[in-house]
């Protein structure tokens, strides 16, 4: 992490990891940074002290990396992309619920009211979805998402 103010590095976050796993996208919340990387996995750390709190395994077993991760405003809610994409809750590292994208995504930000979520496809697809209350059972997941949007 860099001082934005006199351009030094601060801290270095590394966790162990075997092999080449590079970082795709970071998003902070204020006290935590999540980092999502091409094993699947998200690292939730302590901005800090910059100790690991938490690993979520946020994709399946394979190359399934994870593209971007964003918190919602009020840093309650963690998307993380890929395919499929998830919604996690950021203090317990509870999955919430499974949004089926019609392609792989590579981005994914909330709006400033965290109301909607908006995650961008491969070939130029754009891929949109309403997200006013997150469903506390993945299962019963019934948001539409729209290619094109």
């Known amino acids: 992490m860099w001082d934005v103010k006199t351009g030094n590095l601060k801290q270095t976050l590394q966790a162990q990891s075997s092999g080449y796993?590079?970082?795709?996208?970071?998003?902070?919340d204020g006290g935590q940074l999540a980092s999502g990387s091409?094993?699947?996995?998200?690292?939730?750390?302590?901005?800090?002290?910059?100790?690991?709190?938490?690993?979520?395994?946020?994709q399946s077993s394979g190359y399934n990396?994870?593209?971007?991760?964003?918190?919602?405003?009020g840093a309650t809610r963690l998307c993380i992309t890929g395919r499929p994409v998830k919604l996690w809750d950021a203090?317990?590292?509870?999955?919430?619920?499974t949004l089926q994208a019609q392609s792989i995504v590579n981005s994914?930000?909330?709006?400033?009211?965290?109301?909607?979520?908006?995650?961008?496809?491969?070939?130029?697809?754009?891929?949109?979805?309403?997200?006013?209350?997150?469903?506390?059972?993945?299962?019963?997941?019934?948001?539409r998402l729209v290619s094109g949007v």
């Not at 796993?21 to 902070?28: D, L, M, Q, Y």
């Not at 990396?65 to 405003?73: E, H, T």
């Not at 891929?127 to 997150?134: A, E, L, S």
Request: hydrophobic share 30%; net charge positive; glycine share 10%.
């Open 91 to 97: 203090k317990t590292g509870n999955l919430k619920q």
């Open 38 to 58: 091409d094993d699947g996995t998200v690292k939730l750390w302590d901005v800090k002290t910059g100790n690991l709190k938490q690993t979520l395994q946020a």
């Open 21 to 28: 796993n590079p970082v795709n996208s970071v998003a902070f």
């Open 108 to 143: 994914v930000a909330f709006d400033g009211g965290a109301t909607r979520l908006c995650i961008t496809g491969r070939h130029r697809q754009a891929v949109g979805c309403q997200n006013r209350q997150p469903q506390t059972d993945p299962a019963s997941a019934k948001q």
């Open 65 to 73: 990396p994870v593209n971007s991760v964003a918190f919602d405003g």
